[in-house]
Structure formats: structure tokens, C-alpha cells
């Protein structure tokens, strides 16, 4: 596999512009399980063949069961100078619900491990509205993380996926469905803790502490270019997106017969209005109604402005100048708000 996506670097080197790389980031998966010699080779490949910036930021994902002192150390002498820890939960009965591989005991250690090792610049997952976790346990959670002084947060409510094992056992009966009015009460208590707290509320799921934002993720709702490579990997070039077949064994056929195995799809007028709709509204920055105007023409900014009075009027968003935010009221029903914007091909 490792063989396979530097083959795929080396064939994608034109797709992004011919500028710096800024930022970095081994997701979608485990990364954490690549060994030293694994990870020192994709990045030998990505130098090769990209130039990256000196202050580049480059993450890696991982489970709290991987970050041993000896993986720290290690990872603390490579380029990754960014660690992004899927803890969900410090109370063992929520991650025994998700099916986690990593207890209680080893979620907190994780973080005081990377502290220890100098990784300053930490994002922690969590997850709420799960049947198990309680509001008191929602709370220690929560506050754990900023008596920590964790820079980067970025929380999630549990989704269901079809055809999930937990998607099984819940039609079974032998898993408690989710409290959607409980998860809505807990990112509520998130939003106003954290920004008591000091934290900025810069994306409907994320939260940091100033000037700490995702550099990474954040280009992603700025519609910034972007390369994916792997399986499933997706990329973004502004009028269109592809993604890689996600079967392994498909993939690695794929490079072995000089081919990279993927679906593209070309992006209408209407799908880069929306998107840039979808993801703007997510942020604290918001929807700028003259970028609307610039890019999309007078008519639809202005449609956009009367479809945005309604929202308004119900308290769920805000003007200031020629941008539009959500009101926390309003991030709660972020998604509906935007389809309700959206326009038809």
C-alpha cells in the first residue's frame, strides 16, 4: 500500500497548482499504524516531487491505543508536527457503545503522553448525544479538555450509518437508538462552555483557542485546491472532483496497471454555488454577499439576501456589513438552512 500511494503521487504531481504546499494531512483511517520507515518513505516521495513550505502544518490522525512513549519519539523526530486524537469519550461505558478499541485509561493518557512529548499544537476528537453519555458526563468530558488547555477541539454528534454494526444492533433492539433532543442540548452546553472558556467557534464541529484554527480543514471550507491520495481519497480543483475507488484491492490493481481507478464529477454553476453556500455558513466567517455577487451575478445575491431576512426574522442568523453568520440557534439547524438556499440547475 505505502508503494502504491507514493506511485500515485508521483503520477498526480501536475493536479495542484505549482505552489507550495501549505499544509499536510495523513487521515481517512489508522495513519498511526505506519511505522517509521513507512512514513519516512511518503514523505520522501511528497519532497520529491512537491515543494513544501518550511512552516508547512502536517497532521496525523490517531487512536489513543497507538501513541506509545516510543511512538511519540518517534513521531516527534519526523515532519508531522501536528497530532489530531480520536478520543470520542473518557468514560468507558461510551466507548464500549462505539466500539473503540482504546479504554478510558489509555484516552487520557494519550494526551498527557503527547504533552510530554512537546506536541503543543493537539486536536482532540469527542463525540456527543450518545445513549450512554450522560450531560454530566458530556461535561467532564468537555472539561477536562479545557483545564488541559488543548488548543484544537472538534466534536461530533453520533451519527448512525446504515449498515453499520451499530445500525444492526440498534434494529435488533440490543443498542439504545439516538436522543437527537439530548445531542441538541449537549452541543448547546458546548457552544456556550467552550466560548466562556475562550474558545472561538470557527466551524459548526470545531473549536480552538485563538489563532490555533485547522489550517488543514479550513482550506476545505474556503474551497481552497486540494489533492487526496489512497483509496477513497478525494480531490478538489475548483470546477470539478474525483475520488478514488475505495476497495483496496481495487486500488492497488489500479497502480499496478498504470492506471488510478476513480470517479470524477464536473461541477455546475449551481453545485459551486451551493457548496460554497454549504461550507461558508458552517463558518464564523460566514456568507459574503459581495463574493456572491462577483461570482454568481446581482440576481442571485439578492435572492440569496431575501431567502437569508426569513432566516433573520426566526433568529437563526445575523448580518453584519455584507456577511452573514449563524446565530448559535441557527448552527443547530445548519444544514437545513443552507438546503433551503440552495440553487436549481
Known amino acids: 500500500m505505502v508503494a502504491a500511494l507514493c506511485v500515485e503521487i508521483e503520477r498526480r504531481v501536475d493536479y495542484l497548482p505549482d505552489e507550495p504546499i501549505e499544509t499536510i494531512y495523513f487521515g481517512g483511517g489508522t495513519p498511526s499504524i505506519l511505522n517509521d520507515e513507512e512514513l519516512a518513505e511518503i514523505f520522501a516521495t511528497l519532497q520529491k516531487h512537491f515543494t513544501i513550505s518550511p512552516e508547512a502544518e502536517i497532521t496525523l490522525e490517531a487512536n489513543p491505543d497507538d501513541l506509545s512513549e516510543v511512538r511519540l519519539k518517534t513521531l516527534k523526530d519526523s515532519p508531522v508536527n501536528r497530532l489530531s486524537i ?97 445531542a441538541a442540548r449537549q452541543f448547546t452546553y458546548l457552544m456556550n462552555t467552550l466560548e466562556a472558556a475562550g474558545y472561538e467557534h470557527y466551524e459548526i464541529s470545531n473549536f480552538c483557542l485563538p489563532g490555533q484554527h485547522a489550517r488543514h480543514n479550513t482550506n476545505y471550507w474556503r474551497g481552497v485546491p486540494y489533492l487526496g491520495i489512497g483509496p477513497s481519497a478525494h480531490s478538489f480543483d ?76 426566526r433568529g437563526e442568523a445575523e448580518r453584519n456589513g455584507t456577511t452573514y453568520q449563524l446565530t448559535k440557534q441557527g448552527r443547530l439547524l445548519a444544514d437545513g438552512i443552507a438546503a433551503g438556499l440552495f440553487l436549481e440547475d
Request: with cysteine.
Open 86 to 182: 480520536g478520543v470520542q469519550s473518557f468514560f468507558q461505558e461510551d466507548l464500549v457503545y462505539m466500539n473503540r478499541a482504546h479504554d478510558a485509561q489509555e484516552a487520557e493518557r494519550s494526551i498527557q503522553l503527547a504533552q510530554d512529548f512537546s506536541f503543543q499544537n493537539l486536536s482532540i476528537d469527542l463525540i456527543y448525544g450518545a445513549p450512554t453519555t450522560t450531560d454530566e458526563h458530556w461535561a467532564a468530558n468537555v472539561d477536562k479538555l479545557i483545564r488541559w488547555k488543548i488548543p484544537h477541539l472538534s466534536c461530533y454528534a453520533l451519527t448512525v450509518e446504515p449498515g453499520t454494526a451499530l445500525d444492526h444492533f440498534i434494529k435488533k433492539g440490543t443498542a439504545l437508538p439516538v436522543d437527537e433532543a439530548k
Open 238 to 313: 475548483g470546477p470539478s472532483r474525483q475520488w478514488n475507488v475505495a476497495n483496496n484491492a481495487k486500488y492497488l490493481k489500479g497502480i499496478k496497471n498504470q492506471t488510478i481507478v476513480f470517479e470524477k464529477e464536473i461541477l455546475s454553476p449551481a453545485d459551486q454555488h451551493n457548496e460554497y453556500i454549504m461550507t461558508a455558513l458552517r463558518t464564523k466567517w460566514g456568507v459574503d454577499l459581495s463574493f456572491l455577487e462577483e461570482r454568481w451575478g446581482l440576481p442571485i445575491a439578492e435572492e440569496f439576501a431575501k431567502g437569508m431576512a426569513v432566516v433573520i426574522d
